[in-house]
């Protein structure tokens, strides 16, 4: 595997699965894979569980890893071509990244869109000039539209906590007072939409996603609708596609309680976190025995292994 930034690089999904779970029960049996082999953990934004899961993950395969929060501590990059250089930007992102392809053997990168331009985020125009220019294998650590590593934690755990063989499984819009990007929910919805689960997205009216990450979910206005029967509550806020990037309203209603949950079929709730409490998520299920937040996070390790041994095994 050469490049990992959504479902489509990845063959066989529940193979990969597979793999992770074989991971968590056997953390260093392929340590030898990864060594005199260097990880480049790059961010453009900040992070907890991305930059220390993936850092993990990379140690436990044997590898070196370097960190850089280019957003703090990197020259300010400039992305765009044919401009002449004379305003705040020093480095252009082509030097940039051919530079970090030298000192690395695999690329992690997290670079969240503007809001502002949809186009121009829906290029992927970072990410996909990270892919270009660095001449080695590249992870997605959150782009733009996509969080590819988050999903196939997501996966994992909705694989081992199943109790059956199809569950069902609801994404649903959260309240919010920020702009959030959409790569998370984009995300989640084209990995359901090729695991073996009954997928249903909730969102109040004006927060559709983007129609190419839910081909074959069921999508709906009505939480409660939603919700009856489900055995995973998958949370997130998003801002809107149409208008983008605006918060069009702030739907109170649609925070998840206790009460919410009696309709499910004792559904485990999840989020990607971090999570501003009883705002997005009320405190009672977080702090209750339906919340899976901590599990989900802590596969965030086994799935980053998983890409991680794919990439090694390609690069000997
Ligand atoms: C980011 C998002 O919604 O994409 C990162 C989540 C993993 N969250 C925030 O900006 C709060
Ligand atoms: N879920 C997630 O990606 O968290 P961080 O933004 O803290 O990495």
Same mark, same amino acid.
């Given at each position: &595997? #050469?490049?990992f930034s959504s479902v489509n690089d990845v063959p066989d999904v529940n193979a990969l699965v597979k793999e992770a779970l074989h991971l968590k029960e056997n953390p260093y049996a392929y340590k030898d894979l990864g060594e005199n082999k260097t990880m480049a953990l790059v961010f453009l934004n900040p992070s907890l569980r991305t930059r220390m899961s993936t850092q993990k993950a990379a140690l436990n395969m044997g590898m070196n890893v370097m960190v850089l929060n280019m957003d703090k501590e990197g020259w300010a990059l400039e992305l765009r071509d044919n401009v002449i250089m004379n305003g705040t930007t020093v480095e252009h992102i082509r030097e940039a990244t051919a530079v970090m392809g030298q000192y690395a053997d695999i690329i992690g990168v997290r670079s969240f869109p503007g809001l502002k331009d949809r186009d121009e985020d829906y290029s992927e &125009?970072? *990410?996909? #000039? *990270?892919? +270009? *220019?660095c001449?080695? @294998? !590249?992870?997605s650590l959150e782009s733009a539209t996509r969080h590819p590593l988050q999903s196939l934690a997501d996966l994992i755990t909705i694989e081992e906590l199943k109790t059956r063989s199809r569950p069902k !499984?609801?994404?649903t819009w959260a309240p919010h007072i920020k702009p959030l990007p959409q790569a998370v929910p984009n995300s989640f919805a084209e990995w359901m939409c090729k695991a073996d689960v009954e997928f249903t997205i909730a969102q109040p009216a004006g927060y559709e996603l983007c129609a190419d990450f839910t081909k074959g979910a069921t999508i709906t206005n009505n939480q409660d609708e939603a919700l009856a029967d489900a055995d995973f509550i998958y949370v997130k806020n998003w801002s809107a596609y149409e208008p983008y990037g605006q918060v069009t309203l702030v739907n109170e209603d649609w925070m998840l309680t206790n009460e919410r949950l009696k309709i499910t079929n004792e559904a485990k709730v999840m989020h990607?976190? @971090? !999570?501003r409490r009883d705002l997005e998520l009320s405190s009672e299920i977080l702090d209750g025995p339906a919340s899976i937040v901590v599990h989900e996070a802590a596969n965030r390790v086994w799935a980053? +292994?998983?890409v991680l041994k794919r990439m090694l095994e390609g690069l000997s």
């Amino acid at each position: &595997m #050469k490049l990992f930034s959504s479902v489509n690089d990845v063959p066989d999904v529940n193979a990969l699965v597979k793999e992770a779970l074989h991971l968590k029960e056997n953390p260093y049996a392929y340590k030898d894979l990864g060594e005199n082999k260097t990880m480049a953990l790059v961010f453009l934004n900040p992070s907890l569980r991305t930059r220390m899961s993936t850092q993990k993950a990379a140690l436990n395969m044997g590898m070196n890893v370097m960190v850089l929060n280019m957003d703090k501590e990197g020259w300010a990059l400039e992305l765009r071509d044919n401009v002449i250089m004379n305003g705040t930007t020093v480095e252009h992102i082509r030097e940039a990244t051919a530079v970090m392809g030298q000192y690395a053997d695999i690329i992690g990168v997290r670079s969240f869109p503007g809001l502002k331009d949809r186009d121009e985020d829906y290029s992927e &125009m970072i *990410f996909n #000039k *990270f892919v +270009q *220019f660095c001449g080695v @294998p !590249v992870v997605s650590l959150e782009s733009a539209t996509r969080h590819p590593l988050q999903s196939l934690a997501d996966l994992i755990t909705i694989e081992e906590l199943k109790t059956r063989s199809r569950p069902k !499984v609801v994404l649903t819009w959260a309240p919010h007072i920020k702009p959030l990007p959409q790569a998370v929910p984009n995300s989640f919805a084209e990995w359901m939409c090729k695991a073996d689960v009954e997928f249903t997205i909730a969102q109040p009216a004006g927060y559709e996603l983007c129609a190419d990450f839910t081909k074959g979910a069921t999508i709906t206005n009505n939480q409660d609708e939603a919700l009856a029967d489900a055995d995973f509550i998958y949370v997130k806020n998003w801002s809107a596609y149409e208008p983008y990037g605006q918060v069009t309203l702030v739907n109170e209603d649609w925070m998840l309680t206790n009460e919410r949950l009696k309709i499910t079929n004792e559904a485990k709730v999840m989020h990607c976190l @971090p !999570v501003r409490r009883d705002l997005e998520l009320s405190s009672e299920i977080l702090d209750g025995p339906a919340s899976i937040v901590v599990h989900e996070a802590a596969n965030r390790v086994w799935a980053a +292994q998983a890409v991680l041994k794919r990439m090694l095994e390609g690069l000997s």
